[in-house]
């Protein structure tokens, strides 16, 4: 069997002397040039970690094989060593006893020399009253004699085999061990082939992925940064990104988010929507944040911070300049969501800026919104309402995360310097079976509950004026789909428009470039006639399941949620991995 091993390392060896020619350079290049060589170097890079694979495969196969036999045989020497261990005791407990035996023979023999020195035989028999005595002394003493020889005849092949049995037990163990250096030998050296190729396979997959996160930082720019808190002022509400939009054809379709990121901690729309449904503060904090968290209510009041480009001030002064939830809401029903905005608030600067935590706290959304003058109103009346009120654990301030809308789903985080874990949660009265009609967001008419994402932060469209896509768009992102999944021409999954739109130099494939590709792969859709769509109980979407002239065309919902992304055109995307698309 060895000559096979020998043939699939053989292969092996050569699959990997063949990919040095792969790592060609860009350096030097730019623009398309740059694009088209480190198009060439994917493709380069793909190909050869599939022959890696193609060549591993039958390797492992065989290795698969030789372990059940490695098993095998290990099993019978791990028997043959509890066998040898079993004899080796026996022998020992033998050889005890021959010594017992040698001492208590030896004993007698001495006694028997005393005696028969001190009183021979003829002596002992003259001394006899009748020649009946005389006889059974003599019998008495034959017995006696023959006894003693056996047990000597005994005692001495008892010895020899010990001997043999002693040299035949170190041969064994010897041979045993050979036996064990060599399986562990041939286990270590194809297993070590194995797990060589294994890591020359995640190395390149390594460099695949470098060089495609070069090609598609589109992903980033596209989801894009953008006010994730309320703010001073409501979101603004989009027309054009609600369901009931009429793009002015059909077949349409667009895909909705449900909420933006992030999803952790506190919704203050749900906190909103929470207060007008007759939750107190209280019952607010321990739904976003558990219930086992502490709210200490006497928390020194005159504790100092420090404010990015302000200096230190006290802690309650600073939660009356904060700017992250609109005070109107407190005439509108509010009033408990704003105790519980300056809760978390408060808590969340303890928690930045306690000793080792961070320092200075920003002023920006990226921590808190904070302006060098106090808000007043209902916000401050809330302030003051709470002073004092921190979330803690382990005697630690919890750093308490918030933001706009989550879409009805929170997700579970840990603040590892308070030792605390927050729940996940559907953020409904009734869990999942309610949520797209019932979420407290919902309820308090967050418009980013459920939106369709066409513009970036700056308002900029790239000439869309709606998030609708006609049947062709639609069936050019289930092609896109195609062509990710079969690893080949990725990197030109980018918008039709990426180079206008974006400003930066791109090689997008056109709609029947990319229609082309995904007929090599088993075949392009071309038609799109319906879909439905399954969501986890872990707040994503799982699957979305379209019919199309290729027949049902399954797709899980993080594929859909990347390669729509990438694809769509202008700045449509999705915010969020709990999603919906509708079709009209």
């Given at each position: 069997m ?19 020619k ?26 050869s ?12 196969a ?67 009253t ?38 035949n ?11 064990q ?19 020359y ?43 009931d ?18 999803f ?12 007008k ?8 904090l ?28 006290d ?30 608030a ?49 005697g ?24 605390y ?39 900029e469209?790239c ?12 069936s ?12 080949s ?51 994503q ?44």
């Amino acid at each position: 069997m060895k000559w096979r091993y020998l043939l699939i390392m053989v292969v092996l060896l050569s699959v990997f002397a063949g990919l040095v020619k792969a790592d060609t350079s860009c350096d030097g290049k730019s623009g398309d040039e740059l694009i088209t060589c480190l198009g060439a170097q994917i493709g380069e890079l793909n190909s050869s970690l599939q022959a890696s694979k193609n060549a591993t495969v039958p390797l492992e196969a065989e290795i698969t094989k030789l372990n059940a036999r490695i098993k095998s045989i290990q099993s019978q020497i791990n028997l043959a060593v509890t066998k040898l261990k079993a004899t080796e005791m026996g022998i020992k407990d033998r050889g005890e006893k021959v010594s017992t035996q040698y001492v208590v023979l030896s004993a007698k023999i001495r006694e028997m020399y005393i005696r028969l020195r001190s009183q021979p035989l003829w002596a002992s028999l003259l001394s006899k009253t009748s020649m009946g005595e005389a006889r059974l002394e003599l019998n008495y003493r034959q017995e006696s004699s023959d006894r003693d020889k056996a047990v000597i005849v005994n005692l001495v092949t008892e010895i020899g085999q010990l001997e043999i049995d002693k040299k035949n037990l170190e041969t064994q163990k010897e041979q045993l061990a050979k036996l064990q250096t060599e399986l562990d030998k041939q286990n270590s050296f194809f297993f070590g082939e194995v797990a060589k190729a294994k890591a020359y396979q995640k190395d390149l997959s390594g460099k695949i992925a470098a060089l495609s996160a070069q090609q598609q930082s589109l992903l980033a720019e596209k989801q894009g940064n953008f006010q994730t808190t309320v703010g001073d002022v409501p979101l603004a509400d989009d027309p054009a990104s609600r369901p009931d939009y009429n793009p002015g054809f059909s077949p349409a379709f667009a895909s909705f988010s449900f909420g933006a990121p992030h999803f952790k901690g506190m919704s203050q729309y749900g906190a909103y929507g929470r207060a007008k449904a007759g939750q107190n503060a209280d019952d607010i904090l321990h739904a976003y944040y558990g219930g086992s968290i502490s709210i200490k209510k006497d928390y020194d009041a005159g504790k100092q911070i420090s404010v990015q480009g302000y200096g230190r001030m006290d802690i309650e002064t600073y939660v009356k300049r904060i700017y992250e939830m609109p005070g109107g809401w407190g005439d509108n029903g509010g009033m408990e969501a704003l105790k519980a905005q300056a809760v978390a608030a408060r808590s969340y600067v303890l928690a930045w800026t306690d000793e080792g935590r961070g320092g200075a706290i920003c002023t920006t959304q990226a921590c808190q919104v904070y302006k060098n003058s106090n808000k007043g109103g209902k916000w401050e009346e809330a302030v003051n309402a709470t002073r004092g009120w921190v979330m803690m654990n382990n005697g630690k301030p919890f750093k308490s995360w918030y933001a706009s809308t989550s879409g009805g789903y929170q997700e579970s985080y840990t603040d590892n310097y308070a030792g605390y874990t927050t729940p996940s949660l559907w953020d409904t009265p009734t869990g999942r079976s309610g949520w797209t009609s019932q979420a407290y967001e919902k309820t308090a008419g967050s418009p980013w509950f459920y939106k369709a994402w066409y513009r970036n932060e700056n308002k900029e469209s790239c000439g869309r004026s709606h998030p609708w896509l006609n049947e062709s768009e639609m069936s050019d992102i289930l092609n896109a789909i195609i062509v990710y999944r079969s690893g080949s021409g990725v990197e030109h999954i980018l918008p039709i428009d990426y180079v206008g739109c974006f400003n930066k130099s791109g090689d997008p494939w056109s709609m029947e470039q990319m229609k082309n590709e995904a007929n090599s792969q088993g075949g392009a859709i071309t038609s799109v006639s319906s879909l439905s769509i399954t969501y986890g109980d872990n707040g994503q979407t799982a699957n979305v399941v379209f019919q199309t002239n290729r027949g049902s065309f399954q797709v899980s919902g993080q594929e859909y949620y990347k390669v729509f992304t990438l694809r769509a055109p202008g700045k449509i995307s999705l915010k969020s991995g709990l999603f919906n698309i509708e079709k009209k």
